[in-house]
C-alpha cells in the first residue's frame, strides 16, 4: 500500500515511500534488539511490552517522512524516544538498572548496526556515496527502498545479533 509519496526528485526521478513496511521493518528489527537486550541482561519480560516498546520506536521512524516540527529529531527527543523505548520494554526499577538497561541497547544496536554497514560495504557493487545519496555507475541516484534492502536487513539482523551475543557472552 503506497501510504506517502515524496515531490518529484531530479525529472522524472521520483522517491516513493512505503510507510507500513517501513513501520514493519523497524518493529521486527527493535523487538528483535529490544529481546536481545533483555537475554544479554538476564531480565524476564513480557512479550506485550517488547511489542508496545517496538511500536514506539517504528512509529518515530514514521514520523521522518510526516511533516512534523524537526524538533522532534534533535538528539535530546531522540534520547527521550530511547528511554521510553527501554522503560516501556523493562519498567523503571531504578536510575542505575535504567542506565543499565539503556546502556545494553544503545551497545547492541551500535553492534548490529556496525555489522550490517560492514557487511553491506563489503558486498556492496561499485557506487558512490556523494552526502548520503548512492548513485549507480550510470550516475542515477538511488533512493528508493527496494525489497532486496528490506531482506537484506532481515537476513543480516539473526547472524548479527547472535555474533553480538556470543563475543558479548565470551
Not at 550516475?139 to 525489497?147: A, D, E, N, R, T
Request: glycine share 8%; with cysteine; hydrophobic share 55%.
Amino acid at each position: 500500500m503506497k501510504l506517502l509519496e515524496s515531490a518529484r526528485l531530479g525529472g522524472e526521478h521520483g522517491m516513493v515511500v512505503y510507510a507500513d513496511l517501513i513501520f514493519l521493518l523497524n518493529f521486527l528489527v527493535d523487538a528483535a534488539l529490544l529481546v536481545v537486550t533483555a537475554k544479554t541482561r538476564k531480565i524476564t519480560f513480557k512479550w506485550w511490552r517488547i511489542a508496545l516498546s517496538a511500536t514506539l520506536g517504528a512509529s518515530y521512524v514514521v514520523m521522518m517522512f510526516l511533516p512534523v516540527p524537526t524538533l522532534l529529531f534533535t538528539f535530546s527527543v531522540k534520547c527521550m524516544f530511547c528511554t521510553g523505548m527501554i522503560m516501556t520494554a523493562f519498567g523503571y526499577g531504578s536510575l542505575q538498572n535504567l542506565l543499565r538497561n539503556m546502556g545494553t541497547f544503545l551497545l547492541i544496536n551500535f553492534a548490529v548496526a556496525g555489522g550490517m554497514f560492514g557487511v553491506h560495504y563489503v558486498l556492496a557493487s561499485s557506487s558512490d556515496v556523494l552526502k548520503g545519496v548512492v548513485f549507480t555507475q550510470s550516475g542515477v541516484p538511488v533512493f528508493q527502498l527496494q525489497i532486496g534492502s528490506i531482506l537484506f536487513v532481515l537476513l543480516l539482523l539473526v547472524p548479527m545479533v547472535w555474533w553480538f551475543r556470543t563475543v558479548f557472552q565470551s
